[in-house]
């Protein structure tokens, strides 16, 4: 695996990955994640 730097690791809106809405949900082979934006504006990512 070669390493990547800053200016090829890919960067996303929160925003645009949640569609206008405060949480969604990520699939990663079978397990599902919720990521959230708080009042506050941070991210926050469960299982």
């Known amino acids: 695996m070669t390493p990547q730097t800053p200016e090829t690791v890919p960067r996303y809106r929160a ?7 405060r949480e969604a949900q990520i699939a990663l082979g079978d397990q599902v994640y919720t990521l959230r934006i708080t009042r506050a504006g941070k991210l926050i990512l469960t299982k």
């Open 15 to 21: 925003e645009d990955l949640l569609g206008g809405h």
